[in-house]
């Protein structure tokens, strides 16, 4: 595979790839357009382009996706990769009636340490000043919308309200556009086996909720699994928790 005819169509995918860059030498740094990137956080670009070993390879630091170059550029842009095709063909056939072999690469994943340290937060900061289930009232109507839903009041500590979703939106940063409705809010950490908060979850409570927006989703941590009670599943029995 020629590598100059490589170094020629990464230039001209760049018009496609968003935030494009040439780190140093042969690194170019780019949003991946696979998985998208961040969707919070447009600054980041954990896409890459690189030379080893004599072949230019693609590698997403978020989604993980890994190609040669080759495979890469037919994703982006197939129209492109026609050309790119054609031109291998003509510089290495020497005459004969053969196409360029696309290869795949095989990356292996590191095992999982299967009894991993866990944390836990019994306060955590971002949800300081809200309160929790527990502290509220015995007549307090999201803690008797909370009773009617059967929830274990083992876990009335680690849930919480609010009046305005958007409150806890302008804690969590990066949701200045987002509409929020009015109505108060039950709130559900999703929180890491580190005791880290990587999601929250507010669920509506009132009449004529409409069913559209009767959760709402906000992302902590974009590299984080949305799993909720990840921090129960070491060390501890897990409650399910239906609202």
Known sequence: MSSWIDYKYIQLVSSYLIL????????????????????????????????????????????????????FLKMVSPDLYKEYRTEVFLENSGGKTRAPVEHKLQFKRRARNKT???ETTTAPSLLD????????????????????????VSTYKSLYWTKDMRTIADAVGGYSD??????????????????KITHIQGRAVGDNVPKKSRYYT?????????????????????????V
């Open 20 to 71: 494009f860059k040439q780190n140093r030498g042969s690194v170019w740094n780019f949003r991946c357009p696979l998985c998208g990137d961040s969707a919070r956080d447009r600054t980041k670009a954990r896409g890459y382009i690189f030379e080893h070993k004599g072949d230019y390879k693609f590698k997403c630091h978020k989604c993980g996706a890994a190609h040669y170059f080759s495979t």
């Open 116 to 118: 991993p340290k866990v």
């Open 129 to 152: 000043g809200f309160q929790t289930i527990d502290s509220l009232d015995p007549k307090h109507y999201m803690r008797a919308y909370v009773e009617s839903r059967k929830i274990p």
């Open 178 to 195: 987002t509409h929020f409705d009015k109505f108060p809010r039950l709130l559900l950490p999703f929180i890491d086996q580190t005791g």
């Open 218 to 242: 906000l992302t902590v941590d974009d590299d984080a699994p949305k799993v909720f009670g990840m921090d129960k599943t070491v060390g501890a029995s897990s409650s399910t928790v239906s």
